[in-house]
């Protein structure tokens, strides 16, 4: 499939590790954030959201944490499995910008067996 | 229910050629939007529909036009490609009536080439 996103900052992980995927956002009005995995060749696909009313959310193997104090997100991969190797997207929306989201410029994930 | 879908897959264009790419979704939702997704960086918004009659620019919306055709279909055209819009194009649809979140689907791509 195609490559998206040459140049992306890549977390390599041992497989049945935990993955961190960090993501910092600028906009202190932003009151929904949302994940993204894309695989290479496909559109992206919701893994997990979370209101600015939360610090955290529980997914299947997922958790996503909120730190408002200095504007960071990030998504935990339990459990870490070859499906999991894709680029991920964090996005928020802006309160005051109607339903757009804004997306962040992603990470890579590779999975080692 | 298919989704969001698009067409078509794969375009080559000359420069100033003309096309329109085409998106449709089967879930009733009120809002759609146009992407373009460059190697390096992450989505970035060309227009959007909130509603059925209404579109607004993204981004970056130059070079671009949309048509909100009615509640399932929102197209781009490109009047005149160029090189730099060279590029991978997504539609996402969101909003569905009565619901409270804001989560877009996404349909599976447009890999578009100008020479």
């Known amino acids: 499939g195609e490559s998206v996103g040459l140049h992306l900052p890549t977390l390599s992980v041992q497989e049945g590790d935990n993955s961190i995927i960090n993501c910092a956002y600028s906009?202190?009005?932003?009151?929904?954030f949302i994940w993204y995995k894309q695989e290479s060749g496909k559109g992206p696909q919701f893994i997990i959201d979370i209101r600015s009313n939360m610090d955290k959310r529980q997914g299947q193997r997922v958790t996503v944490l909120l730190n408002k104090t200095v504007k960071h997100l990030s998504l935990q991969i339990a459990a870490t499995q070859p499906g999991d190797s894709a680029v991920y997207f964090c996005?928020?929306?802006?309160?005051?910008?109607?339903?757009?989201?804004?997306f962040g410029g992603g990470t890579r994930v590779l999975v080692k067996p | 229910n298919a989704g969001v879908t698009q067409t078509p897959k794969f375009q080559v264009l000359k420069t100033g050629q003309s096309m329109t790419l085409q998106c449709a979704q089967d879930?009733?939702?009120?809002?759609m939007y146009w992407y373009r997704q460059d190697p390096g960086m992450g989505l970035r918004l060309i227009y959007y529909?909130?509603?059925?009659?209404?579109?607004d620019k993204g981004e970056v919306p130059n070079g671009y036009n949309v048509s909100r055709l009615n509640k399932r279909e929102f197209s781009l055209r490109l009047e005149s490609a160029a090189p730099s819009q060279t590029s991978v194009y997504f539609c996402?649809?969101?909003?569905?009536?009565?619901?409270?979140?804001?989560?877009?689907?996404f349909g599976p791509g447009t890999r578009l080439t100008v020479t």
């Open positions: 879930m009733n939702h009120n809002s």
């Open positions: 996005a928020e929306k802006i309160k005051a910008a109607g339903n757009k989201l804004t």
């Open positions: 906009n202190s009005a932003s009151d929904y």
């Open positions: 529909s909130a509603s059925e009659g209404t579109t």
């Open positions: 996402a649809s969101s909003d569905a009536p009565g619901t409270a979140t804001y989560e877009q689907y």
